[in-house]
Nanobody, 119 residues
Framework: QVQLVESGGGLVQSGGSLRLSCTAS????????MGWYRQAPGNQRELVAS???????NYADSVKGRFTISRDNAKNTVDLQMNSLKPEDTAVYSC?????????????WGQGTQVTVSS
């Protein structure tokens, strides 16, 4: 069983920065893909950024150049550095882990952390 715990959310002014962190339990972190998703009120959940077990990254167009995802396999953590934040970045941000196909491609989710960007 995998548990994901996020931290680092909060209230920030437009143009500011926040760093989200997600820590995973268990021993499959290093072989799993990780991602950050967000959901704003009234909107569907959307992928913000993802990183494969090999370190390849992918970003939503809306955050390219502003957000950076990184992982530390020694610490079982995945971080999301968010710069130049905009009010439209306001959402609940959730960490996601996807196990490899050989492990069934199961999805695990964290509880979410609120990010609020004031104008």
């Amino acid at each position: 069983q995998v548990q994901l715990v996020e931290s680092g959310g909060g209230l920030v002014q437009s143009g500011g920065s926040l760093r989200l962190s997600c820590t995973a339990s268990g021993n499959i972190f290093r072989i799993s893909a990780m991602g950050w998703y967000r959901q704003a009120p009234g909107n569907q959940r959307e992928l913000v950024a993802s990183i494969t077990s090999g370190g390849s990254t992918n970003y939503a167009d809306s955050v390219k150049g502003r957000f950076t995802i990184s992982r530390d396999n020694a610490k079982n953590t995945v971080d999301l550095q968010m710069n130049s934040l905009k009010p439209e970045d306001t959402a609940v941000y959730s960490c996601n882990l996807v196990t490899p196909a050989s492990w069934g491609r199961y999805n695990y989710w964290g509880q979410g952390t609120q990010v609020t960007v004031s104008s």
